[in-house]
């Protein structure tokens, strides 16, 4: 059965309806890529700590007199949480071409909307798109979106599809640390579906590049986004590292 006739991408109507889960958060990012510790690199446990448990980022130390990174007043009113237009949680930050946050006024890259309704080959088309021009940020919104609208047997595989691309993402940005971690993360969770990978996503192939790309950030600066970009679907082409000119 091809792509184009599989009952699961028949026009959607609406998006369909999935349970709170945890981790959750209808909008900002239930998709790993805010719990890197920018101070270490490392995946946090505890992301809503002010405190990274890997390396002790935001606590107190001698200099601040015992004054944590980031006190809060405790007269000062509520921050009010961003929302969109529709009401759901998201934040207003702006943020580069690869979603780092920008301070609020700068001029950022606008974000994927969220809450698209998509068949998982749309999904799929759409990350490519993104991944091929050198955004696995915005790829990973596409793939987060598809993860939270999918069914139950196939949730482990679309949130490990946007591991991938989150991983991607911290490795354009050059943190090693980070981006070794989400693709193992990524990896380990389409890794079951390699048997029978649905939509002709290529399982092994992207296992294979995961594993590649992991063995490059070793001791080595950002990665090329595009360049380093991965084929999500067997199309007659491997999925493989593409090295850049100055790698071959």
């Given at each position: 059965?091809?792509?184009?006739?599989s009952?699961?991408?028949?026009?959607?109507?609406?998006?369909?309806?999935?349970?709170?889960?945890?981790?959750?958060?209808?909008?900002d990012?239930?998709?790993w890529?805010d719990q890197?510790?920018?101070?270490c690199?490392?995946?946090r446990?505890?992301p809503?700590?002010?405190?990274?448990?890997?390396?002790?980022a935001?606590?107190?130390?001698?200099?601040?007199g015992?004054v944590?990174?980031?006190?809060?007043d405790p007269?000062a009113?509520?921050?009010?949480?961003?929302?969109?237009?529709?009401?759901?949680?998201?934040s207003?930050?702006p943020?580069?071409?690869?979603?780092?946050?920008?301070?609020?006024?700068?001029?950022?890259?606008?974000?994927?909307?969220e809450g698209?309704?998509?068949t998982p080959?749309?999904?799929?088309t759409?990350?490519?798109?993104?991944?091929?021009?050198?955004?696995?940020?915005h790829?990973?919104?596409?793939?987060?979106?598809?993860?939270?609208a999918?069914?139950?047997?196939?949730?482990?595989?679309?949130?490990?599809?946007?591991?991938?691309?989150?991983?991607?993402?911290?490795?354009?940005?050059?943190?090693?640390?980070?981006g070794?971690?989400?693709?193992?993360r990524?990896?380990?969770?389409?890794?079951?579906?390699?048997?029978a990978?649905?939509?002709?996503?290529?399982?092994?192939g992207?296992?294979?590049w995961?594993?590649?790309?992991?063995?490059?950030?070793?001791?080595?600066?950002?990665?090329p986004?595009?360049?380093?970009?991965?084929?999500?679907?067997?199309?007659?082409?491997a999925?493989?590292?593409?090295p850049?000119?100055?790698?071959?």
């Amino acid at each position: 059965m091809t792509d184009a006739d599989s009952p699961h991408d028949q026009p959607l109507p609406s998006r369909p309806s999935v349970p709170h889960r945890a981790g959750d958060e209808g909008g900002d990012p239930a998709c790993w890529l805010d719990q890197v510790c920018d101070a270490c690199g490392r995946i946090r446990e505890r992301p809503g700590s002010a405190v990274c448990e890997h390396c002790g980022a935001g606590a107190p130390d001698a200099e601040s007199g015992g004054v944590p990174d980031r006190v809060p007043d405790p007269f000062a009113a509520p921050r009010r949480r961003d929302r969109d237009e529709e009401g759901r949680a998201r934040s207003a930050r702006p943020r580069d071409g690869l979603g780092r946050p920008l301070p609020y006024g700068s001029p950022g890259v606008a974000r994927q909307p969220e809450g698209v309704p998509r068949t998982p080959a749309q999904s799929l088309t759409e990350a490519q798109r993104l991944l091929d021009d050198g955004m696995p940020f915005h790829a990973h919104e596409v793939l987060e979106d598809a993860w939270k609208a999918a069914p139950e047997a196939e949730r482990e595989l679309w949130r490990g599809l946007a591991q991938l691309a989150v991983g991607l993402t911290h490795a354009a940005r050059g943190n090693a640390v980070g981006g070794t971690a989400l693709l193992d993360r990524g990896a380990a969770a389409i890794a079951p579906y390699a048997d029978a990978a649905p939509y002709g996503i290529d399982i092994a192939g992207l296992l294979a590049w995961a594993r590649e790309l992991t063995g490059r950030l070793t001791g080595s600066g950002a990665v090329p986004a595009a360049e380093s970009a991965p084929r999500l679907r067997t199309t007659g082409e491997a999925t493989e590292y593409r090295p850049t000119g100055d790698e071959v």
